[in-house]
């Protein structure tokens, strides 16, 4: 992680970015209003996973679940990907609830998928909706196909996920399934999984709540980039943020380090946006 960052201000223009940040501060009341969103949004996130964990029978006090979410939060920054703190999460939701483990982690993988998957989802809404911006921009290809890809795995892996009876005769499958440790976890984890499918109030609020996450984050990044003198209008930053965000969820660097930015160099350049900024 150290590594990485040190790689990034390797190729700043350090002088540049001195002078933004130092102009960013005669902007302070879009710092602070970003900053307060940020917060907004990890308190939402506490009360969709409390509404999981409850629909679920697995009764943690407010105070241990905004507790362990941000020991989740502090492992995002250093493990792959901006959503490996979700391991450390499940291991401590595991300890609290030591007679329900396995439910406990199907809850943090359940608040997960929410998220992610709306995330794909209103990115690719954008890119079918700015197909102009995408396709006129030869940087933005990469990106655009990949989010593409995205998409298309995660609805292969939900008709799988949700039609797991008539995949069983895959060899492979069922080789997981009946192994005699992993084999029992997993079915386990399936059926809670399952179970959430007819609580649709559960799963109807954590849809209202991780939406409204989503677009919070594209608000906050708008206030920010207000500070740092970028004009830029709501719909071009719904038109990247969600991508960006999304690809850097992949588990390749630590905390997406890298990705993230090197997306936003590539995007919001295609947007008129200077690299420093």
Known sequence: ????????????????????????????????????????????????????????????????VFSVFFIGQFFNAFMFGSTGGDLARAFYAAQETHHKKTEAVATVLIDRMI?????????????????????????????????????????????????????????????????????PIIKRTLISIFLYRRKTGVLFKTFLLSLAIHLLVILECYCLGRSFQIHLGL??????????LAIAALPITPGGLGIREGLMVALFGALGIGITQ
């Open 235 to 244: 719909i071009a930053y719904l038109t990247v943020i969600p991508m960006i």
């Open 1 to 64: 992680g150290v590594g990485i960052i040190a790689y990034l201000f390797s190729r700043m223009d350090l002088h540049g970015l001195m002078a933004i940040l130092r102009e960013s501060l005669t902007q302070w009341p879009w710092l602070l209003c970003g900053a307060m969103i940020c917060f907004i949004c990890l308190y939402i996130g506490v009360i969709r996973w409390k509404i999981i964990l409850d629909g679920r029978g697995l009764r943690m006090s407010w105070g241990r």
């Open 115 to 183: 998220g992610l998957v709306l995330l794909d989802f209103i990115a690719l809404v954008m890119l079918i909706a700015r197909a102009s911006f995408y396709i006129n921009h030869w940087v933005t290809h990469v990106p655009a196909f990949l989010m593409i890809g995205m998409n298309l795995l995660t609805a292969i892996g939900l008709v799988v996920l949700f039609n797991i009876n008539r995949f069983q005769h895959w060899s492979l499958l069922r080789r997981i399934t009946n192994h005699p440790v992993i084999g």
